[in-house]
């Protein structure tokens, strides 16, 4: 029996009808589905590429900003670099950029010749405390002691690095390079107030708070603010910190513009000096108890620091 290829008139519309009742039908059942839950995550960091993420535990981040070529990753560079975060700076309870670094296997923590600077030796090359950046930037930070409350992360750049991050004011770090990075608002506030004791009665109080406002909370601005005084572990040593900082930053569409200013006032009575062992020394004494104190009671040290970097 022949087939007839052509559909009659009456074939055609129901076709048609079912077609339109399947396509009602499909758009009935999106409407009611739920949207799927999208999380966007983003640092607040002032500069468009923001803070590197952290490695499980948040003590140390998976990446750093390696001089004018950015933020990398670790293993995405043939350069060997570490970068420490706030969590670990608050889990250890460090009070300085050498607490942090006793972290790092290549780096020792030292002190300068003839004062009460911090020196760190990188590959065995010393590199002064006023020759660490900040965010970038030489000569900008205290030049004999940083407090740990001034910075967000310690990244730290092993090996030459002149060409990355550009010569530092005193012609030394060879064997590497030490960046901090400044506080900002992250997304979330932040209400930290922190009491602490420790060993020679010594007290500290240190407050940290952090927000952000405006349409779409693009100003923000971060105010640290810490008091720390008395004695120590060594006989008769006094210390004396008093701390202010306020970070601020706008980021928008195309512009980062941040901007801080700090204040640290750095007082040492009665501090335990160097020794060096003279040249033609042929015995070595035995090292006193690491409690004992040969500094003259009249010794003292005083340091004030202002510091107002920003950046656009």
């Given at each position: 029996?022949?087939?007839?290829?052509?559909?009659?008139?009456?074939?055609?519309?129901?076709?048609?009808?079912?077609?339109?009742?399947?396509?009602?039908?499909?758009?009935?059942?999106?409407?009611?589905?739920?949207?799927?839950?999208?999380?966007?995550?983003?640092?607040?960091?002032?500069?468009?590429?923001?803070?590197?993420?952290?490695?499980?535990?948040?003590?140390?981040?998976?990446?750093?900003?390696?001089?004018?070529?950015?933020?990398?990753?670790?293993?995405?560079?043939?350069?060997?670099?570490?970068?420490?975060?706030?969590?670990?700076?608050?889990?250890?309870?460090?009070?300085?950029?050498?607490?942090?670094?006793?972290?790092?296997?290549?780096?020792?923590?030292?002190?300068?010749?003839?004062?009460?600077?911090?020196?760190?030796?990188?590959?065995?090359?010393?590199?002064?405390?006023?020759?660490?950046?900040?965010?970038?930037?030489?000569?900008?930070?205290?030049?004999?002691?940083?407090?740990?409350?001034?910075?967000?992360?310690?990244?730290?750049?092993?090996?030459?690095?002149?060409?990355?991050?550009?010569?530092?004011?005193?012609?030394?770090?060879?064997?590497?390079?030490?960046?901090?990075?400044?506080?900002?608002?992250?997304?979330?506030?932040?209400?930290?107030?922190?009491?602490?004791?420790?060993?020679?009665?010594?007290?500290?109080?240190?407050?940290?708070?952090?927000?952000?406002?405006?349409?779409?909370?693009?100003?923000?601005?971060?105010?640290?603010?810490?008091?720390?005084?008395?004695?120590?572990?060594?006989?008769?040593?006094?210390?004396?910190?008093?701390?202010?900082?306020?970070?601020?930053?706008?980021?928008?569409?195309?512009?980062?513009?941040?901007?801080?200013?700090?204040?640290?006032?750095?007082?040492?009575?009665?501090?335990?000096?160097?020794?060096?062992?003279?040249?033609?020394?042929?015995?070595?004494?035995?090292?006193?108890?690491?409690?004992?104190?040969?500094a003259q009671p009249w010794s003292y040290s005083n340091e004030r620091d202002w510091m107002r970097p920003s950046s656009a």
């Amino acid at each position: 029996m022949p087939v007839n290829s052509r559909l009659s008139p009456f074939a055609i519309s129901l076709m048609l009808a079912l077609a339109s009742i399947h396509s009602h039908a499909e758009e009935e059942k999106h409407e009611d589905s739920p949207l799927e839950e999208i999380n966007v995550t983003a640092s607040a960091d002032a500069s468009a590429e923001g803070l590197v993420k952290s490695y499980a535990g948040r003590q140390v981040a998976k990446g750093a900003r390696i001089g004018l070529l950015g933020n990398k990753e670790i293993m995405d560079t043939p350069f060997s670099f570490n970068a420490y975060t706030n969590e670990l700076i608050q889990d250890q309870q460090a009070k300085s950029v050498g607490d942090v670094l006793l972290n790092d296997p290549s780096v020792r923590v030292a002190r300068g010749y003839g004062n009460f600077q911090e020196s760190y030796y990188i590959r065995g090359f010393i590199l002064g405390s006023d020759s660490v950046a900040y965010n970038g930037l030489y000569g900008l930070l205290p030049r004999q002691y940083i407090s740990a409350e001034l910075f967000e992360r310690v990244e730290v750049l092993r090996g030459a690095s002149a060409f990355l991050t550009g010569t530092n004011p005193n012609g030394d770090g060879i064997g590497g390079a030490i960046s901090l990075l400044p506080k900002r608002a992250p997304n979330e506030p932040i209400n930290r107030v922190t009491l602490g004791w420790s060993r020679g009665d010594q007290g500290l109080v240190s407050a940290d708070f952090a927000r952000r406002f405006g349409p779409d909370e693009r100003m923000g601005i971060r105010l640290n603010v810490t008091q720390r005084r008395g004695g120590t572990g060594i006989d008769d040593e006094h210390v004396e910190l008093g701390l202010a900082s306020i970070g601020l930053d706008w980021r928008g569409d195309q512009t980062r513009i941040s901007a801080d200013l700090g204040y640290q006032d750095n007082k040492l009575r009665e501090t335990r000096t160097n020794v060096t062992l003279a040249d033609n020394i042929t015995t070595v004494p035995r090292a006193p108890k690491s409690s004992k104190n040969w500094a003259q009671p009249w010794s003292y040290s005083n340091e004030r620091d202002w510091m107002r970097p920003s950046s656009a």
